[in-house]
């Protein structure tokens, strides 16, 4: 199995900082795709950002030029650096994966909550 466990939410007022990780443990041998999936309330759960094993990063037109996503392959762990924030971000925030080895299958974590104050 494999476990993934956010961390870094909160409250904060709009313009400022917030900072996710996600620690993953567990069978994390062929780990292609991670990334960041967030939910408001009374929406559809929806795509932030995703990072490739190489590299390559892909982004929500919303949070372009104010999220960042990186990850550590050695530590098994990716991280959202979010700026700017404005009250549209506040939504539960899911850290997500897929392996090569399971490709149908999605790995989610259980959610941490990130509250924009206007």
């Known amino acids: 199995q494999v476990q993934l466990v956010e961390s870094g939410g909160g409250l904060v007022p709009t313009g400022e900082s917030l900072r996710l990780s996600c620690a993953v443990s567990?069978?994390?041998?062929?780990?292609?795709?991670m990334g960041w999936y967030r939910q408001a309330p009374g929406k559809q759960r929806e795509l932030v950002a995703t990072?490739?094993?190489?590299?390559?990063?892909k982004y929500a037109d919303s949070v372009k030029g104010r999220f960042t996503i990186s990850r550590d392959n050695a530590k098994t762990t990716v991280t959202l650096q979010m700026d700017s924030l404005k009250p549209e971000d506040t939504a539960v925030y899911y850290c997500?994966?897929?392996?090569?080895?399971?490709?149908?299958?999605?790995?989610w974590g259980q959610g941490t909550q990130v509250t924009v104050s206007s």
């Open positions: 997500y994966l897929k392996r090569s080895i399971d490709w149908n299958k999605d790995y």
């Open positions: 567990g069978r994390t041998f062929a780990i292609s795709v």
């Open positions: 990072i490739s094993s190489g590299g390559t990063t």
